[in-house]
């Protein structure tokens, strides 16, 4: 290598390539002050919406190498339009363990794009329409030399730069498409520095926060804020906090010891001073063991050991959030990867990066043996079948999660099924007054909303022969060894129960614990071990013979699904964000239906309400099949 030259444009991302890795930028003393090969002066930046783009001058019949790892092609340019630098790659890029954002030159350069963003590069297949030598005019049915792909004079890379712009822009993409968000999280970018954190605000992104959050009150949408705990030098509290943290560092920041109040009181401080209106936090990387957390030998301020802290770390951080917004009178919902038993009754969900459909889908059924709240987020499909059963999964957990931290996913995007994904949302939103009371339910009496069917019915098992009934205490040995567990269905409240599809699936075999079950859409009646075949559109649901699905329709009127003979439920209602109904401020809804043979439905609603006037007064009751 002769030369380096550098070039810095705009504010540069507080997470680039080079420093995600060691905290090394490039060495001054290598960069050259000689003329660079390539027409500096012709290197354009652009702002388009939500996007970066950065535009590199390219000649005529260069050849272009680089970009990663590939299976595929070795060079990059022409005919290969649109390379991203992602993990993921897949659909355009083919498969790579080393998104590079790197390329060579055969004219005697490289270009290295010092981002850690997953960036789309354009090797010279996007023609301009104001492009000074643009490619000639040729006609298909007299140039032997017409192609589709027609040669640039420039590569062209993008990636996304989120804003409160584009925050704004995201909001109303969902309103055109007819999609309500409740809650925005704002992943790391929002500070000012992250990995390490300084939970400041990027003044250069979000002018001026608590105006940008009450805007999105004003929208009805929460703001939810993306951290981990590991604290950067450039934070205004690092110095406060450095006598209260470890003896070792994760990503280069500082680890607080949570387990000392003055830690504590130290980062929240802070916190309130600085996200005004701020709704909940999404606590990252709180799990992990001490391949990136901290040795097992690290020593913390509060003498505790450094494998105990590890293991109730996220425990720690939500009890500590969940206390502050309470001291403020106010709830909070929120996400964390890491949880033990101290935090059972608090109000996070975790999440992981994993991605598997199947595993996802047992953590909804596992989570409630241990108390904890399973989010099986959406990030990406493979198709859209698989879109439509990741967002039928999700709907039906403890939080319907796009997580479109890395791909920009939109919901709407296989448009042929726009239409399911929309009606699916649909369903979660008027499931809301049901999913409510379960929740009620299991902060009053610790029944969990969602559970492995195990957990009403001990004697179900997922046997082949379901013609001799369950297993009861009494059956031998044998049989006992022959049933698995059923890990892929879960009871969703007091009457409901899923039975996910996995993409590729039509059918599937479902077991259905004791007694009669309902198909919700049909309301045929089953029992035992069924086949059950659906289509894409919908979710495999049952519902208990004297169930009632409250459904809030979009006019606020309650439909009130009946299901066999006879049944009554009782819902739950407050005002959602304070915690006014400990002092009793709280309405109960007591519906009731039944149906003998010989005369009319009968139905009835009675609403005990203490001192809060509930929305669900109108109900609709629909006695299905
Ligand atoms: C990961 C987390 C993702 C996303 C990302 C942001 O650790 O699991 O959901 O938040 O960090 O850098």
Redesign the pocket.
């Given at each position: 290598m002769n030369n380096v030259w550098k070039l810095c444009l705009g504010t540069p991302d507080p997470l680039s390539s080079l420093l995600a890795l060691s905290g090394a930028t490039l060495d001054p003393s290598r960069l050259s002050g000689g003329a660079c090969p390539l027409a500096a002066a012709r290197i354009e930046t652009e702002r388009v919406r939500d996007r970066f783009v950065l535009r590199i001058p390219l000649s005529a019949g260069e050849r272009l190498y680089g970009l990663g790892l590939s299976f595929e092609k070795m060079r990059v340019d022409y005919a290969a339009r649109h390379l991203r630098c992602d993990h993921y790659a897949g659909r355009d890029t083919g498969r790579t363990h080393a998104p590079v954002p790197f390329y060579v030159s055969d004219a005697g350069y490289g270009v290295f794009v010092d981002t850690a963003e997953v960036a789309s590069f354009y090797m010279g297949g996007t023609v301009r329409t104001d492009a000074l030598n643009p490619p000639p005019e040729l006609n298909r049915g007299r140039d032997d030399n017409w192609s589709c792909n027609q040669r640039a004079e420039f590569v062209e890379v993008s990636h996304i730069r989120a804003d409160e712009r584009a925050a704004r822009d995201e909001l109303a993409a969902f309103e055109r498409h007819g999609l309500k968000i409740d809650v925005l999280g704002l992943?790391?970018g929002w500070q000012s520095g992250?990995?390490p954190c300084t939970f400041e605000w990027d003044r250069a992104r979000f002018a001026d926060p608590a105006q940008f959050v009450r805007d999105m009150a004003g929208q009805g949408v929460r703001v939810n804020l993306?951290e981990?705990m590991y604290v950067s030098r450039s934070a205004r509290i690092y110095r406060d906090l450095l006598p209260y943290c470890g003896s070792h560092q994760v990503w280069g920041g500082a680890v607080p010891d949570f387990t000392l109040e003055a830690a504590r009181e130290i980062v929240l401080r802070q916190h309130r001073e600085d996200h005004i209106g701020v709704s909940g936090y999404?606590i990252?990387?709180c799990d992990g063991y001490d391949q990136w957390l901290w040795p097992d030998h690290a020593r913390f301020p509060s003498g505790a050991s450094a494998t105990a802290i590890r293991n109730v770390y996220g425990a720690r951080l939500q009890r500590m959030f969940y206390d502050d917004f309470r001291a403020r009178g106010k709830r909070t919902y929120g996400l964390v990867?890491a949880s033990n038993a101290g935090a059972a009754s608090l109000p996070f969900c975790l999440?992981?990066?994993c991605y598997s459909f199947g595993q996802y889908l047992t953590g909804m059924a596992t989570a409630g043996f241990c108390g904890c709240l399973w989010v099986p987020?959406i990030r990406d499909a493979s198709s859209a079948e698989e879109w439509v059963r990741r967002f039928q999964l999700g709907a039906l957990s403890p939080m319907l999660m796009l997580?479109a931290?890395?791909n920009g996913a939109k919901p709407w995007q296989y448009p042929e099924v726009e239409s399911i994904i929309a009606d699916t949302i649909r369903l979660r939103r008027a499931l809301l007054p049901y999913l409510y009371t379960a929740f009620y339910r299991y902060h009053s009496e610790g029944i969990p909303p969602f559970r492995a069917p195990v957990m009403d019915d001990p004697t179900l098992t997922g046997r082949e022969d379901a013609s001799s009934g369950a297993l009861d205490g009494t059956a031998n040995p044998y049989e006992l060894r022959a049933a698995r567990d059923v890990t892929d269905q879960f009871l969703i409240g007091d009457a409901l129960m899923a039975a996910p599809m996995l993409p590729g699936q039509t059918e599937r075999e479902v077991v259905l614990p004791r007694g009669v079950w309902h198909d919700f859409y049909t309301g045929e009646a089953l029992r035992g071990t069924v086949r059950y075949a659906c289509p894409l559109e919908r979710i495999p649901l049952f519902v208990k013979s004297g169930g009632i699905i409250p459904l809030l329709r979009e006019d606020g009127t309650l439909e009130a699904r009946c299901y066999g003979e006879r049944g009554e439920t009782t819902l739950y209602d407050d005002d959602g964000e304070t915690f006014a109904f400990e002092r009793g401020e709280y309405a109960l809804i007591r519906l009731a239906f039944s149906r003998p043979p010989e005369s009319a439905p009968q139905s009835d609603v009675e609403i005990t309400a203490h001192n809060f006037e509930t929305a669900y007064k109108r109900v609709t009751f629909v006695p299905v099949g």
């Open positions: 992943e790391p992250s990995y993306w981990n999404k990252d990387e990867r999440y992981n990066d987020e997580n931290w890395a």
